[in-house]
T-cell receptor, first 115, second 116 residues
C-alpha cells in the first residue's frame, strides 16, 4: 500500500467547474510535489513545497493553484481548466527537499478528465 | 543540465527469466542519486531501488538489482525471475544535489511485458 494518499482517484469536470485534488502523507517528509503525466510520457514537475513553502513553480498556468495547509497535506485547486489539462496528476513526497538525495514516494494519482 | 536516456521503448521477457532494462545518464554534478520506478497501468509510481553516486556496491532489493557502471554512466535495472505482475512501465530517474536538487529527471520509460 502506498504511503501517499491521493483523492479522488478519478475526476471528471467541466471547463467552468472548480475542484480540488488532495494529497496526504504521514511519513514526516518535508518536501511535497505535484506532477502531471500525459499518456505514455514521463511525469512532469509542476510544483514543489519545501517545509510548507512553495519553492518551485514550473511555469504552471494560474488555473492550477497549489496549497500546503500543513506538513502532511497538499492540495491542488483547479479552475477553468482546458481539455488539454486532462492527465494523471501525481502527488509525491520526500524526506528532504535538498542536502540529501532521497527518493520521492508517489501516490496512486488522480485521473482528471476535462470535458 | 541532467539527462536520462532509456533506449528501449518496449521489452518482452518470458516468465521466470531475467531481464535487463537499460538506462544511461548525464550530469556534471559528482553527487547524485539514481532511481528506478515501476508504473503499472493503474497509474501509481512505485519506487523500486536507489543507487547513490558514491555507493561502492550495486544496490539490490529482492528480485531487483541495479548494475551501476559509473565510468560508463549507466544504471541498468535487472529483474530476476520475472513474474506476470512485473508487466508495467519502468522509469529510470536521477536527482542531483545542490541547485535544482528538487528536480527528479525521468527517462522516457520502458514498457515491459512478461509472457506466460
Amino acid at each position: 500500500d502506498t504511503e501517499v494518499t491521493q483523492t479522488p482517484k478519478h475526476l471528471v469536470m467541466g471547463m467552468t467547474n472548480k475542484k480540488s485534488l488532495k494529497c496526504e502523507q504521514h511519513m514526516g517528509h518535508r518536501a511535497m510535489y505535484w506532477y502531471k503525466q500525459k499518456a505514455k510520457k514521463p511525469p512532469e514537475l509542476m510544483f514543489v513545497y519545501s517545509y510548507e513553502k512553495l519553492s518551485i513553480n514550473e511555469s504552471v498556468p494560474s488555473r492550477f493553484s497549489p496549497e500546503c495547509p500543513n506538513s502532511s497535506l497538499l492540495n491542488l485547486h483547479l479552475h477553468a481548466l482546458q481539455p488539454e489539462d486532462s492527465a494523471l496528476y501525481l502527488c509525491a513526497s520526500s524526506q528532504s527537499p535538498s542536502g540529501r538525495v532521497s527518493p520521492l514516494h508517489f501516490g496512486n494519482g488522480t485521473r482528471l478528465t476535462v470535458t | 543540465a541532467q539527462k536520462i536516456t532509456q533506449t528501449q521503448p518496449g521489452m518482452f521477457v518470458q516468465e521466470k527469466e531475467a531481464v535487463t532494462l537499460d538506462c544511461t545518464y548525464d550530469t556534471s554534478d559528482p553527487s547524485y542519486g539514481l532511481f528506478w520506478y515501476k508504473q503499472p497501468s493503474s497509474g501509481e509510481m512505485i519506487f523500486l531501488i536507489y543507487q547513490g553516486s558514491y555507493d561502492q556496491q550495486n544496490a539490490t532489493e529482492g528480485r531487483y538489482s541495479l548494475n551501476f557502471q559509473k565510468a560508463r554512466k549507466s544504471a541498468n535495472l535487472v529483474i530476476s525471475a520475472s513474474q506476470l505482475g512485473d508487466s508495467a512501465m519502468y522509469f529510470c530517474a536521477m536527482r542531483v544535489r545542490g541547485a535544482g536538487s528538487y528536480q527528479l529527471t525521468f527517462g522516457k520509460g520502458t514498457k515491459l511485458s512478461v509472457i506466460p
